[in-house]
């Protein structure tokens, strides 16, 4: 009876280890997790999170959630998680302990150079050691940056006049966007009269983009036309306009006689010129806002193409173009009288 109320007692007292531990050592982890966060954000946030799981509650909720085979492996990962954390916070204290050992050093060597007037360098070591947050390093930086901006103020002002007539002269020739990308370095000098040409520019590229934005809009109404078409026995000349602000690409004029047996012609483009035109044979021209040309073809130029021309043997009724503008195929025909 004695040993059976000892294994009892045995195994109640096993039963209250067990249902406490798990509290200890999760409260232990949380609060430490969270305590080492300040010099360890990772460390800290990684020990913290495997206490949370520790907890008998956040554990109950796991093991609602997944099967009892599975709830071994994720304590398994919160545990490697945990000693992850715990040798970050580990490798930070050491790299803490480190700088505060050379600090008088760091401290020494910064203020001599920040009394040599190389701001820049101050700058530059001091981020070395941004990650300590020490207060005295971010002062020295500070004051090096400080210095930095004031040498730059005084160049830009020394510099000024040509600055504003280089600028100026910019904006006169219509380079808007070399106004725009040279005026930001000194933007943080707050200049007036810079501030205006900059503001000059911009306001000329919103005008800008707004009539290609308009232009793109108006290629839905075709607005290439052909000036005049004439056709005779021996002679057709186009002309043809660009009547937008678009530049058209990618024009082929095609030749459409009257008799569809005839195979199709393509002219062979020039801005001004004669040739006769070629068996499958395509040249693309663009036409720039507001441009024309003219071609001219004579079926005198070979005496192999009278036989495409002669009004004896077919008579020409139209013209054709096709263009691909912005990636779409455009076409018109034009009748001849």
């Known amino acids: 009876m004695q040993n059976e109320n000892n294994e009892s007692m045995d195994q109640q007292a096993e039963a ?46 796991i093991d609602s959630k997944i099967n009892d085979e599975n709830t071994s492996s994720v304590f398994r ?31 020494a060597q910064l203020k001599q150079t920040l009394a040599n007037k190389n701001y820049q360098l101050v700058i530059s070591q001091a981020q070395k050691y ?7 390093i971010q002062s020295m930086a500070a004051q090096a940056k400080a210095k930095l901006d004031e040498i730059e103020k005084e160049k830009f002002n020394a510099n000024r006049p040509q ?10 020739n219509e380079d808007y966007q070399a106004v725009v990308s040279q005026t930001q370095q000194y933007a943080k000098f707050k200049d007036p009269e810079l501030e205006s040409i900059v503001a000059q520019a ?12 308009e232009a793109a809009r108006k290629i839905e109404d075709f607005e290439l036309s052909l000036a005049t078409v004439e056709i005779t026995s021996n002679l057709i000349g186009i002309t043809v306009q660009n009547k937008s602000d678009f530049e058209w690409k990618n024009i082929v004029l095609y030749l459409n006689p009257k ?11 020039h801005p001004v010129g004669f040739r006769a035109p070629a068996e499958k044979e395509k040249v693309y021209i663009s036409l720039k806002p507001y441009e024309s040309f003219t071609v001219a ?18 008579k020409i009724v139209r013209v054709h173009i096709k263009c691909t503008v912005s990636g779409e195929q455009k076409s018109a025909t034009f009748e001849s009288e």
Do not use: C
């Open 297 to 314: 073809y004579s079926d005198f130029v070979h005496t192999d193409t009278k036989e495409f021309f002669s009004t004896d043997r077919y």
């Open 77 to 107: 990962v919160v545990f490697i998680i945990a000693m992850f954390g715990l040798g970050v916070s580990q490798m930070d204290r050491a790299k803490l302990a480190d700088f505060n050992n050379d600090r008088p050093q760091i401290i």
């Open 259 to 269: 008799n569809e047996g005839l195979r199709e012609l393509t002219f062979m483009v």
């Open 202 to 213: 911009r306001t000329k590229l919103a005008a800008i983009a707004a009539e290609k934005r």
């Open 163 to 172: 600055i504003i007539a280089s600028l100026k002269q910019k904006l006169a």
């Open 130 to 136: 941004a990650e300590f947050a020490d207060p005295e």
């Open 16 to 61: 209250k280890s067990s249902g406490v531990l798990p509290w200890i050592f999760g409260v232990l982890f949380t609060f430490g997790g969270i305590g080492s966060m300040g010099t360890s954000f990772l460390g800290g946030l990684a020990v913290a999170i495997a206490g949370l799981v520790l907890l008998p509650p956040v554990k109950e909720m």
